[in-house]
C-alpha cells in the first residue's frame, strides 16, 4: 500500500487530472509505475469519490436548477441529454468491467502513451476540424448529437484517452463552443462517476477493501477534493478564452517521453 507521501501526491494527481484533459487514469498508472508499485485498481476507483463530491459541490446551483426543472415540469433538456450521453460509456464500462480493469489492459504504459499521443494530436488540430451547426449551451444539444458525444466518452475507458477530454472533443465537433463543452462534459460524467461511487459503496469486496484502507482512502481523497474544485474551476475560466492546444501538445510531449522510457526499458 502506499505511504503517506504517495496517498497525497496520487490525491493530487486525480483531482487535477480529472477534469484538465490530460487523462487521470493514465497519469495515475504512470504515477503508480513511478512510486515502483502495480497499478491498484481499486484503490484508483476509489479516488473517484473525492472528484466526484467536488462535481457535485461546484455544479450544485446547476444540478438544482435542474431539479427544481423537473419539479415544476419545465425545459429538461439538460437533463435528457446528460443521460443520454451516459448510457453508452456506463453500459459499456459496467459490462466489460473485467476486461477493461485487468492489470495488462489497464496498467499498461504503451497504451496509455498511445492514447495520449492520439487524443492529444485531436486535440491539437480540433479548431481545424469541421463542426456542427453552433449550439450555445448543452440543453440545445439534440438527442443525436448528445448520443455522439456519449459514443465518444466510451473510449475514455481506455487508459489514457481522458473523459473529459474525449467529451469536450466531441462537445466542440456536436457544435458547442470550448467553455460550453467543457461545463457540458463536466455535467455529462456526473451520473457515470455516481454510478462509481454507488457501486464502491454496495460491493462486498469493494467494502472490505475500504476498511482496510480507511485512513489512506481519506486522505487521499481529501486531497482529490480540493484539488478536483481547482481544476473545474480553472477550466472553465481557461477554455472561455483558449481552444484545447496546449493540452493537446502536453500529452504528445508526454508520449514521447513514455514510449522513450518503454524502449529503453
Request: hydrophobic fraction near 55%; charged fraction near 10%; avoid cysteine.
Amino acid at each position: 500500500m502506499h505511504n503517506i507521501f504517495e496517498t497525497v501526491i496520487l490525491g493530487l494527481v486525480q483531482g487535477l487530472t480529472e477534469f484538465i484533459p490530460v487523462s487521470s487514469s493514465g497519469h495515475l498508472v504512470i504515477t503508480q509505475f513511478f512510486f515502483s508499485q502495480a497499478s491498484d485498481h481499486m484503490f484508483l476507483e476509489f479516488l473517484d469519490i473525492g472528484t466526484t463530491v467536488a462535481l457535485f459541490v461546484y455544479f450544485r446551483k446547476r444540478i438544482w436548477e435542474v431539479l427544481t426543472n423537473i419539479v415544476a415540469k419545465k425545459n429538461i433538456n439538460l437533463l435528457r441529454n446528460v443521460i443520454i450521453t451516459a448510457v453508452p460509456a456506463g453500459a459499456v464500462g459496467y459490462f466489460l468491467s473485467d476486461f477493461l480493469n485487468s492489470s495488462w489492459f489497464f496498467g499498461s504504459l504503451t497504451v496509455v502513451a498511445i492514447a495520449l499521443a492520439l487524443i492529444g494530436l485531436v486535440m491539437v488540430f480540433i479548431e481545424k476540424l469541421p463542426k456542427a451547426s453552433p449550439v450555445e449551451k448543452g440543453e440545445d444539444l439534440s438527442p443525436a448529437r448528445a448520443l455522439v458525444v456519449g459514443l465518444v466518452q466510451i473510449l475514455a475507458l481506455v487508459p489514457g484517452v481522458s473523459r473529459s477530454g474525449s467529451t469536450i472533443v466531441a462537445g466542440r465537433l456536436a457544435g458547442l463552443d470550448s467553455a460550453a463543452a467543457a461545463e457540458y462534459s463536466f455535467l455529462a460524467a456526473l451520473p457515470i462517476m455516481f454510478g462509481v461511487m454507488l457501486k464502491l459503496m454496495l460491493g462486498h469486496t469493494e467494502r472490505a477493501y475500504l476498511m482496510a484502507h480507511l485512513s489512506t482512502i481519506i486522505l487521499s481523497n481529501l486531497v482529490a477534493f480540493v484539488a478536483g474544485m481547482f481544476a473545474v474551476g480553472f477550466m472553465l475560466r481557461y477554455l472561455s478564452k483558449h481552444s484545447l492546444a496546449l493540452f493537446g501538445w502536453y500529452r504528445v510531449g508526454l508520449a514521447a517521453i513514455l514510449l522513450t522510457v518503454i524502449l529503453l526499458q
